[in-house]
């Protein structure tokens, strides 16, 4: 099985994290004190078919910055130690999704460097009590701890829920693409023999 838990904790945040990639009933249990980013995750767990299990305790009595942040952190640790050699894996994933009005695209590739693309532009500033500047924040946090690169774009749309979560769905799955073990790729998916 691959799969890893970390608890980390500063003085912003304690966070308990534990993700499995390959349970044939994933679960999800989130739980960060932001009710928008909770959706979110679930939406990301569901569509990359991974279990996910998170509480989050952060300093929300200042805004929902750390606790996201550190989220992504603890989130790219976690895949990084859970992919392990990375041996097999098809490495590349890219998904376009509709959400509604909206469209969200997400490319990756677990090459082992850290790059993040974000093309999107938010109308509306805040949901609920998430503020929408923040997943650009966690998408850079999360790929930057999970040695990944990762572009994500919204082409076009009007509600700022439904751009969101365009791309939440399209990360989840291009993940899914990227992490699967392909019985046709030997050793790992690289002429340099790692990643």
Do not use: W
Request: with cysteine; charged share 25%.
């Amino acid at each position: 099985m691959r799969e890893a838990s970390l608890t980390r904790k500063t003085g912003e945040t304690q966070i308990e994290l534990s993700l499995a990639l390959d349970e044939k009933n994933p679960i999800c249990e989130i739980q960060t004190g932001v009710g928008f980013f909770d959706h979110m995750l679930t939406l990301f767990a569901r569509h990359s078919r991974i279990s996910f299990k998170c509480v989050a305790d952060g300093d929300l009595e200042v805004d929902s910055h750390h606790t996201v942040e550190d989220v992504g952190i603890v989130i790219g640790q976690c895949l990084k130690a859970a992919l392990g050699d990375k041996v097999g894996i098809n490495r590349y994933g890219h998904e376009y999704v509709p959400m509604d009005e909206s469209l969200g695209f997400a490319a990756l590739d677990l090459s082992g460097r850290s790059y993040l693309v974000f093309d999107a532009v938010f109308n509306n500033p805040k949901l609920g009590d998430f503020d929408t500047e923040l997943v650009e924040e966690f998408f850079q946090a999360l790929a930057f701890n999970a040695q990944m690169n990762l572009h994500l774009k919204v082409l076009y749309g009007k509600n700022t829920h439904h751009q969101i979560e365009a791309l939440f769905k399209a990360f989840g799955r291009a993940l899914r693409q990227a992490i699967e073990v392909n019985p046709n790729i030997q050793g790992v998916n690289s002429t340099k023999g790692v990643l």
